[in-house]
């Protein structure tokens, strides 16, 4: 059974930092790419963050700068280190792993709130 398990979301001010973690099992998460996605009330899902299985990166123009996406593929984790966060971060932040093998395997986890405000 596949899981994944986010952890580190909450109430934060204007400014402030927090980690996001992700924790997959059932899956052998070194060949999977993770991502950040997230949704604020009334909006769609997108993308926040994406790392390969090979460490490459990339983020929406929205957060570069301010978030960083990293992984422990001996923890089966992946982090969101969230720095200089803005109101409109506030958002259910949900993890991703996907890999694509003759057909594609797509899992996601709970979510997990997040919300900046003073």
């Known amino acids: 059974q596949v899981q994944l398990v986010e952890s580190g979301g909450g109430l934060v001010q204007p400014g402030g930092s927090l980690r996001l973690s992700c924790a997959a099992s059932?899956?052998?998460?070194?060949?999977?790419?993770e991502g950040w996605y997230r949704q604020a009330p009334g909006k769609q899902r997108e993308l926040v963050a994406h790392?390969?299985?090979?460490?490459?990166?990339n983020y929406a123009d929205s957060v570069k700068g301010r978030f960083t996406i990293s992984r422990d593929n001996a923890k089966n984790t992946v982090y969101l280190q969230m720095n200089s966060l803005k109101p409109e971060d506030t958002a259910v932040y949900y993890c991703?792993?996907?890999?694509?093998?003759?057909?594609?395997?797509?899992?996601w986890g709970q979510g997990t709130q997040v919300t900046v405000s003073s």
């Open positions: 059932g899956i052998s998460f070194s060949m999977y790419a």
């Open positions: 790392i390969t299985s090979a460490g490459s990166t």
């Open positions: 991703n792993a996907n890999r694509i093998r003759l057909i594609e395997y797509n899992y």
